[in-house]
């Protein structure tokens, strides 16, 4: 004999598990279209100022042209000779050099005087406006006024060295192989150390006071502080200012144009010098529009692979 189920109750019905239906993109448009309505106009822009020229500069690197004559097809020969010229790879290479150092440079001179003006030093107000300030100068008015100071001769720079008695410091400091790039390095690292400044400032500053105080009575010092509270609090804002520091550094062109125009004997050549020289005085437009688009390669996969090694989360106080 076998046991009937008590009367009143039904057996237990195992949950059906539906499948959520994708909406077509034609009905998802009409449901948020009004929200893409809003994006529109920034797309509009980005398309006309950023997907045209690029799309130009794509076109135009398979062709060869001087700039009045017809345009000759040419096709991929433009990149060909460019992965011949050691010209080219001594730009990139200085390039890449440029972009390291003055990232490392403004980011973590930024991150000191960041850290220094939250600690409310004396002044801390004056230092702010101060740092920041050479941020707001134009960059070719800074690239003249600091090649005046290097200039061997006359210079601030050389005539400072020799009145404290460090005469034998004195250089030729735009003029030579060896300090031509890192003497533009160091103009622009003075320059832009400010924005990181400001931008880091803003994030310690939104660290909870309750986190200062709890490693204040743990006993931590100042470097205990800035390592196991502060950068860890900033990191996703620390790898955004990164990144466009390193986007900015990889496109540089006026400061170094400006000073030096990439020499001597292209020691402080970059790609944006380059590319200037062989558009707009040696007249190979299509050349020049194959440099552009290397350019364009090298800052899309600097950027991403930075973006992939440094990927974090966003940190919840």
């Known amino acids: 004999m076998t046991a ?44 006309a100022f950023m997907g045209l020229p690029l799309y130009r500069s794509l076109e135009l690197s398979l062709f060869e042209w001087k700039g009045l004559l017809p345009r000759q097809w040419v096709g991929l020969d433009n990149f060909e000779r460019l992965f ?30 960041a850290i220094a003006i939250s600690r409310r030093v004396p002044g801390h107000g004056i230092f702010r406006f101060a740092f920041y300030l050479p941020v707001m100068l134009p960059m070719t008015v800074v690239a003249a006024l600091w090649a005046r100071i290097y200039e061997p001769n006359y210079g601030l720079l050389n005539a400072t060295l020799n009145a404290i008695g460090l005469g034998f410091l004195a250089q030729p400091w735009l003029g030579s192989l060896d300090l031509a790039l890192p003497s533009i390095i160091a103009v622009c690292i003075w320059q832009y150390a400010g924005f990181p400044m400001i931008v880091l400032l803003a994030a310690i500053e939104g660290i909870p006071e309750e986190l200062h105080q709890a490693v204040t009575l743990d006993g931590a010092t100042e470097w205990d502080r800035m390592r196991y509270l502060i950068i860890p609090m900033i990191w996703p804002v620390l790898v955004s200012i990164s990144v466009i520091q390193i986007i900015f550094s990889l496109k540089v062109f006026d400061i170094v144009w400006v000073m030096t125009k990439g020499g001597p004997a292209e020691s402080s050549s970059v790609l944006g010098t380059y590319l200037y020289r062989r558009a707009f005085e040696q007249q190979e437009y299509g050349y020049a529009s194959a440099v552009a688009v290397a350019m364009f390669a090298v800052i899309f996969t600097v950027t991403y692979l930075y973006y992939r090694l440094t990927k974090v989360d966003a940190v919840e106080f």
Not at 19 to 43: C, D, E, K, T
Not at 84 to 113: C, E, K, M, N, Q
């Open 84 to 113: 011949r010229d050691r010209y080219f790879w001594s730009a990139l290479s200085h390039t890449i050099v440029f972009a390291i150092a003055a990232t490392v440079g403004t980011v973590g001179l930024g991150l000191l005087l």
């Open 4 to 47: 009937s189920a008590p009367s009143g109750t039904r057996e237990a019905v195992p949950p059906v598990i539906v499948a959520p239906q994708r909406r077509s993109i034609a009905a998802q448009f009409r449901q948020n279209g009004h929200w893409y309505l809003f994006l529109a106009p920034a797309v509009l822009l980005l398309v």
